[in-house]
């Protein structure tokens, strides 16, 4: 394999967890603020600030990642059939999101109020969280090389590195339990939650209040992961559940950069507790919901045409392109005005989960910037692999469709 394909791996992984670090030093020593250390020294003192993991870490993370599957194997949940893969199957999907969501609420009051786990806790204890959960994520998605190389799924491409890295298997799972699937959204996306609950009660042991800029911060991220567990179906017809395999990639991205970098925002405002003038307020709540009726609107518009191509699209029979493979693709409702407007959608909500940190220091703006650029990108890979997959009627597609994110400018 040449040298240059591995360059992004190895950047990635040896780049992005030194990321999450940094970002989380920034936040607790230096006020928020970008610190550039000049010197070598000047980094190693950052550095030696790194914490080990500790014994509370280590209780704390593998308690929840044992509920969390508990709540996945064991709950009850309705059965959903995934898109048809390569060789025409399909795969069983148990979908029981949102009941693992009020059972993992409920959990945390309980640990809570019991006093076994103070309120606090993710803000106290966030460093050696931090570094217990990067050494679970790594381990596990060796476990996943493993596992992928002995089943008979496996596409290795015989190179360790891009393939610890990329995963050999699309599917991984044992017996029915898919780890995909799974991790995708239960030991992160619920753990972000529960990460913003806990710096809004430091908040509020810090400063005794709890101010609008963090009510809004949690109100919209809770509203953002409810989402998700409500239409937890509609992840099937996702490009990662469909199309990416499960390696590092996913697999850091899910445990760790979600809960520990989704949160900044929050863990800003802990130390910052500024007041929100009430036209500030209604602004950004009025940006979000945009933000969140355009992504919610157009997700499940695709998803619900993708199951019945007959059902109504605006009031009207849809207009789609049949292309070779028999797919269809929409051309009407929202998929007619550009081709990816839940990415519009997610991009303002992003926004939104920013201003509320208003402008003392660019770090609690990161989310936003990360979004641009990882939905920029990801349209440009979705339209190089649907270019490849349609050919000529990907081009009708795009004729009709002009714009990709943004109608009249992009
Ligand atoms: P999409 O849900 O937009 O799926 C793209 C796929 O949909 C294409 O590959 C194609 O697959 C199909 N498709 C494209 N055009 C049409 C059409 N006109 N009609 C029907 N099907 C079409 O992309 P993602 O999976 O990337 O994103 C899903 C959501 O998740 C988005 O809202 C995104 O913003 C969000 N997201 C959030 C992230 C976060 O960290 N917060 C990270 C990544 C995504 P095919 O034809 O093969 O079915």
């Not at 619920?190 to 810090?206: E, G, P």
């Not at 500030?280 to 969140?292: F, P, Q």
């Not at 081009?395 to 009709?400: G, L, S, T």
Request: glycine content about 8%; some cysteine.
């Amino acid at each position: 394999m040449p040298l240059r394909k591995l360059a992004g791996p190895l950047l990635l992984m040896l780049g992005l967890p030194p990321l999450t670090y940094y970002m989380w030093l920034c936040l607790r020593y230096y006020d928020g603020a970008l610190v550039l250390p000049t010197s070598g020294g000047a980094w190693l003192a950052l550095a030696v600030r790194v914490p080990g993991p500790t014994l509370q870490a280590v209780v704390l993370y593998g308690g929840w990642f044992l509920l969390q599957v508990v709540l996945q194997a064991a709950g009850p949940g309705k059965i959903y059939a995934g898109t048809p893969l390569a060789d025409g199957s399909r795969l069983n999907y148990k979908m029981n999101g949102w009941f693992a969501l009020w059972c993992t609420l409920a959990a945390v009051a309980v640990v809570v109020a019991a006093g076994w786990v103070s309120p606090t806790v993710v803000y106290d204890a966030f460093g050696p969280l931090l570094t217990t959960v990067h050494l679970f994520a790594f381990a596990f998605s060796f476990y996943l090389y493993l596992h992928g190389m002995a089943s008979r799924q496996s596409t290795a491409t015989g190179n360790f590195i891009y393939d610890y890295f990329m995963g050999v298997s699309l599917n991984p799972r044992v017996g029915s339990f898919d780890w995909k699937f799974f991790c995708e959204s239960r030991p992160g996306l619920l753990l972000w939650l529960v990460f913003d609950l806990s710096l809004a009660a430091k908040q509020y042991q810090l400063h005794g209040t709890v101010t609008t800029a963090m009510l809004l911060v949690v109100a919209f991220q809770v509203l953002y992961v409810a989402d998700y567990f409500f239409f937890e179906d509609a992840i099937l017809t996702t490009w990662d559940i469909k199309y990416e395999k499960f390696g590092w990639m996913l697999c850091w991205g899910d445990l760790v950069w979600v809960p520990f970098t989704y949160t900044l925002q929050a863990h800003y405002l802990v130390d910052h507790p500024h007041a929100l003038s009430a036209a500030t307020t209604v602004g950004i709540l009025v940006l979000n919901l945009l933000g969140y009726y355009l992504f919610r609107s157009t997700n499940i518009q695709k998803h619900r045409f993708r199951q019945n191509p007959t059902g109504l699209v605006w009031g009207k029979p849809p207009t789609y392109i049949r292309t070779a493979q028999g797919t269809l693709l929409l051309t009407s409702g929202w998929w007619g005005v550009a081709r990816h407007l839940n990415y519009l959608g997610d991009l303002c909500m992003a926004l939104a989960w920013c201003l509320p940190t208003l402008f003392g220091h660019p770090l609690p703006y990161f989310y936003f910037v990360y979004m641009v650029i990882l939905l920029v990108h990801r349209e440009r890979r979705d339209h190089i692999a649907c270019q490849t997959k349609y050919s000529q009627d990907w081009e009708a597609y795009c004729q009709k469709v002009r714009w990709r994110i943004l109608p009249g400018i992009y």
